[in-house]
């Protein structure tokens, strides 16, 4: 198993624009949470889904959603970038139980220009 | 509100010293926690956590629960071990594996 795996590697986009982040957590898997990771800072949590549902949110606008497919997979979408929006953003995929081993992907960069 | 702090952006020790990267937190109710580490080029993955009460790379970490610290502790530092260290606890309100991270330690073991 490759882990998790996040696409794309890394990607620039103007303020103002929509962005797409894909998530695919190990097999077996089926909660997947996002954070971001602001430059300087630890992960800061997003949201966490769980057999496709919303399980818990962090402190982030509406412009931040996402959702989980009937494969466990997810997408993290961002709508209107700001230049704050600029950051790491990880994947984490867990098999769902309370205070369980969060497996991190490698990452997608984004850069809001 | 619920804070992990870690004082400490930057330690550094030399091989063989011991090692300890500090974390403090604040939480309403009996708090679970966790350490993880990034290793160079790799990924953010978990080191130790309270409830598991388990000793991982040489590395301790125990909960004082009257100064809201959990810890890390190394007795012999090895060149390994530098890496970026992240003290968390679980999100107050969130799913069940959200986590609030502190801002982290980045240790260097000079050899």
């Known amino acids: 198993d490759a882990g998790v795996t996040q696409s794309p590697t890394h990607l620039i986009k103007t303020r103002g624009q929509h962005v797409t982040l894909r998530c695919s957590p190990i097999?077996?898997?089926?909660?997947v949470s996002w954070y971001q990771q602001v430059l300087g800072q630890g992960p800061q949590f997003i949201f966490q889904?769980?057999?496709?549902?919303?399980?818990g949110r962090g402190n982030f606008p509406d412009r931040f959603s996402a959702r989980q497919f009937p494969n466990y997979s997810s997408e993290l979408n961002v709508n209107a970038l700001l230049l704050g929006d600029s950051a790491l953003y990880l994947c984490?995929?867990?098999?769902?139980?309370?205070?369980?081993?969060?497996?991190f992907g490698p990452g997608t960069r984004l850069t809001v220009t | 509100a619920q804070r992990v702090t870690q004082p400490e952006k930057l330690l550094s020790v030399f091989k063989g010293a011991p090692v300890e990267l500090k974390c403090n937190y604040s939480?309403?109710?009996?708090?679970?926690l966790f350490w993880y580490v990034q290793y160079s080029r790799q990924r953010l993955q978990l080191l130790l956590r309270?409830?598991s009460r388990e000793s991982i790379k040489g590395f301790t970490a125990d909960l004082n629960k009257g100064e809201t610290s959990f810890h890390l502790k190394k007795p012999f530092a090895q060149e390994e071990d530098s890496a970026m260290y992240y003290c968390?606890?679980?999100?107050?309100?969130?799913?069940?594996?959200?986590?609030?991270f502190g801002k982290g330690t980045h240790l260097i073991i000079q050899p």
């Open positions: 968390a606890l679980p999100y107050s309100g969130g799913g069940a594996d959200g986590l609030t």
């Open positions: 939480y309403s109710g009996s708090p679970e």
């Open positions: 984490a995929s867990s098999l769902g139980q309370p205070l369980g081993e969060q497996y």
């Open positions: 309270h409830i």
């Open positions: 097999s077996g898997h089926k909660s």
């Open positions: 889904y769980y057999e496709k549902e919303e399980r």
